[in-house]
């Protein structure tokens, strides 16, 4: 099960995030976190310190890597470097599991111990001085969408993504590779246009989005967010003790966490089995082609060279068709 966790800066989307991850793993659930945010902030809600943050591997720097063990034997891609972002898989690519081990986990993945079980932690990496002038972030996350485009994941099987609810995600088409999107708004009018922005890029791809209110004190918040969101409100995550603690940089037990809190939590797991079951694999597979159709036209048929249309198997849908066993070595 895919899932991403969007919102603007300060809507609390990445603590949410955090205890959804940490709500999964306690629950004996096999996770993968990936942090795609330009910020970068995962790490440390999981429970890690500035300096193990600092020190994770980033998928941005394994591209190359990723790209090559992705290819795997796949005919219509003779390169890694004839590979961009919206490269979709076909007959002989590599494909990823969220339980398995294979080479581009062991180079980026890290393994983060909670209170209660355990999850894998991707980041894209920082967005660096170096960047400026050179590179916009959605390059940075480039690394995310091929490993989305290539993943095949089954129920109790997450991946959970804390990005940007900016432009970014939506040149590329990275916005529908989850099954389930929460945006994570207050009851501000800055909160809202957020939610209003992510439903009008969105909405013309079937992407299954929830909103949930955070930092609702009173009736007055909440009706605000039901007259502005609408039935796109799943639910409301109320103020916290526990939350609180984890930002003076405490780390409490997720088993103290309020319980109507973590009922929340349980909520937004109920709604992704329910989104998995209307998964369609090759509506999916569709959209990859489509973003990868118009991006090669945009920019990647220039800066590779050649026509990437031609990387696109017409046969193949993504976990319906067999291809390339992953954990392979390259």
């Known amino acids: 099960m895919k899932i991403a966790f969007v919102g603007k800066g300060g809507s609390g989307k990445t603590t949410l995030s955090a205890l959804f991850i940490r709500h999964l793993a306690a629950a004996g659930c096999p996770v993968i976190a990936v942090d795609a945010d330009i910020n970068q902030h995962l790490g440390p809600a999981l429970g890690l310190t500035d300096s193990q943050a600092a020190a994770l591997p980033s998928l941005g720097a394994h591209l190359p890597e990723i790209k090559e063990y992705l290819r795997g034997s796949n005919p219509l891609i003779p390169s890694a470097e004839a590979m961009i972002k919206t490269t979709p898989p076909g007959r002989g690519s590599r494909l990823l599991r969220i339980v398995e081990e294979n080479p581009v986990y062991a180079a980026c993945a890290r393994p983060i111990a909670l209170d209660e079980g355990s999850v894998r932690l991707l980041a894209t990496g920082a967005f660096t001085e170096e ?11 480039g690394a995310v969408e091929l490993l989305l485009n290539h993943l095949v994941d089954g129920p109790e099987e997450y991946l959970v993504t804390d990005m940007t609810a900016g432009s970014d995600s939506f040149a590329s088409g990275l916005f529908t590779r989850f099954d389930l999107t929460f945006l994570v708004a207050e009851p501000t009018r800055k909160g809202v246009s957020v939610y209003r922005q992510y439903k009008e890029y969105a909405q013309d791809f079937g992407v299954e989005l929830r909103v949930v209110g955070n930092k609702v004190q009173t009736p007055d918040d909440l ?55 209307l998964r369609d694999p090759a509506r999916y597979t569709a959209q990859a082609v489509h973003f990868h159709l118009r991006n090669a036209e945009s920019w990647g048929n220039a800066k590779v060279g050649a026509d990437l249309s031609t990387q696109v198997d017409e046969g193949f849908v993504l976990g319906v068709t067999e291809a390339e066993p992953a954990g392979a070595g390259v």
Do not use: M
């Open 131 to 141: 960047d400026l002038g050179v590179a916009c972030y959605h390059s940075k996350v």
């Open 223 to 277: 009706a605000f967010l039901r007259r502005e969101v609408g039935d796109d409100l799943l639910t409301t995550f109320g103020q916290s003790d526990w939350v609180r603690r984890l930002e003076r940089g405490d780390e409490p037990a997720l088993r103290s966490l309020e319980p109507s809190n973590r009922a929340v939590l349980e909520q937004l797991r109920q709604e992704v089995g329910a989104a998995y079951a």
